[in-house]
């Protein structure tokens, strides 16, 4: 790979004072961005762009400290546009205007402008509104910058002129070669061993810009010796994880954890569900999301799964964290470990979808009640038979509405307890055949 950041000069030559690491380890072009290959190397569809003169409007979408800013204002330089840069935090409507308008006057002297709109997300329905004739017409290049999923929080007129790509966070080999960078600039090595140098990448959690400020504090440490794991530990606090219980990363980790439940693994069940702790969800959400795995992953394969789930969400409410903790993690290992059918959410969603289909279908007449001599004498209760007076406790007699064919929604699986369901509906189904031919 090549150089990853070169020092460029500062935003401000004649500013005073010392700059940031990250400020002076900015890149000068594109091929000296770190990772984001899958944009910007040779085949990336970014670098494509570029190579055919057809860059569009752009949302790059991905975590904090993985290149956005830097991205976007290299592509203005490339593109010889114009660069401007605005938060939806601190941006107004009529902050808004005077950058359109500042805009058009650049445009009518012959020059571009690309906009830069960090945290995008954060703009409302109207202000997103508000960027489509611009875009349209040519006055700017959007490139909108979120850590949230566009899908869900822009709107589809933005979504429509523009491209979405997604920036990944950056590897370990990313960081590390991004370290010795800083060290070269730095002219001197971190005082760290091998391990600890590994923890302080761990510490960082895939941003970049944050790597670089822990890089910045550890160089100006005093010691005699190559510090260890623990020794850094002491020194600097642990990043706090990446996690917005609100956002999109709440939706990502419930899904890992439902579906590492659903694959029957343990193992990753405990990882993600110990994830979402970390980022401090709350457990009683947790705790419904179990007692959800058991009804429509494990259902009536295991009934006492749902048992497991509401005696955990229980212990929780009455000794609370971190002790009650323990019993929701014996619920995830339990769920994760039972068999699985999803057969009894399969039949209830059919039954639901020929319910809604049949509309006002009245059951049969002969089920129903007639507690009047009116209702007697319009067939009410006439032919019912009472299925513990019949043979076996099994009158066969057909429960759906008289217009409608009977159906058959539930279809057991052949493991767990719905084996013995599966033969209980075979001996049932059969006998029916056999009252019914009779």
Request: hydrophobic share 40%; aromatic share 8%.
């Amino acid at each position: 790979m090549a150089d990853l950041f070169d020092t460029a000069p500062p935003a401000n030559p004649d500013a005073a004072g010392p700059r940031p690491l990250a400020d002076r380890l900015r890149p000068r072009a594109l091929d000296q961005v770190i990772g984001q290959a899958h944009l910007l190397g040779e085949n990336g569809s970014l670098r494509g762009m570029l190579d055919a003169g057809a860059l569009g409007s752009l949302v790059f979408w991905g975590p904090p400290g993985v290149g956005k800013t830097t991205i976007a204002r290299l592509l203005a330089q490339e593109t010889d546009l114009h660069f401007v840069q605005i938060s939806a935090i601190f941006t107004g409507i009529s902050d808004l205007r005077k950058v359109f308008e500042a805009a058009k006057i650049r445009r009518a002297n012959g020059s571009g402008t690309l906009l830069f709109v960090d945290e995008i997300h954060r703009f409302n329905k109207a202000q997103q509104d508000g960027f489509l004739p611009h875009m349209e017409d040519g006055t700017i290049l959007l490139v909108g910058a979120t850590t949230e999923n566009p899908s869900f929080e822009l709107n589809a007129a933005v979504l429509s002129r523009s491209q979405v790509l997604v920036l990944e966070r950056l590897s370990d080999e990313d960081l590390e070669e991004l370290m010795q960078r800083a060290e070269a600039a730095l002219e001197r090595r971190l005082p760290l061993d091998d391990s600890a140098r590994a923890t302080l990448r761990e510490m960082a959690d895939g941003d970049g810009r944050a790597l670089l400020n822990l890089v910045e504090q550890v160089a100006a440490w005093k010691t005699d010796a190559p510090l260890g794991p623990a020794e850094l530990g002491k020194r600097l606090s642990r990043r706090a994880a990446q996690y917005d219980k609100s956002g999109d990363a709440h939706y990502n980790l419930i899904s890992a954890l439902h579906k590492s439940v659903r694959g029957s693994d343990p193992d990753a069940a405990l990882y993600w569900f110990a994830r979402m702790l970390e980022g401090g969800e709350d457990p009683r959400f947790l705790a419904r999301r179990l007692t959800r795995m058991a009804v429509e992953d494990i259902g009536l394969a295991d009934p006492a799964a749902q048992r497991q789930c509401l005696d955990a969400w229980e212990t929780y409410e009455r000794l609370g964290s971190p002790e009650g903790e323990l019993a929701l993690a014996q619920a995830v290992i339990y769920v994760a470990l039972a068999p699985k059918s999803n057969g009894a959410y399969v039949a209830y969603k059919a039954a639901r979808k020929a319910a809604a289909k049949t509309g006002s279908e009245p059951p049969p007449k002969h089920i129903l009640n007639a507690p009047t001599g009116m209702m007697k004498d319009q067939g009410y209760g006439a032919g019912y038979a009472y299925d513990h007076d019949a043979e076996d406790g099994f009158s066969g007699q057909d429960y759906f509405p008289e217009t409608m064919a009977r159906e058959a929604y539930y279809q057991p699986v052949e493991r767990g307890f719905e084996r013995d369901l599966a033969k209980r509906l075979a001996y049932f189904s059969k006998l029916r055949a056999r009252r019914q031919g009779g």
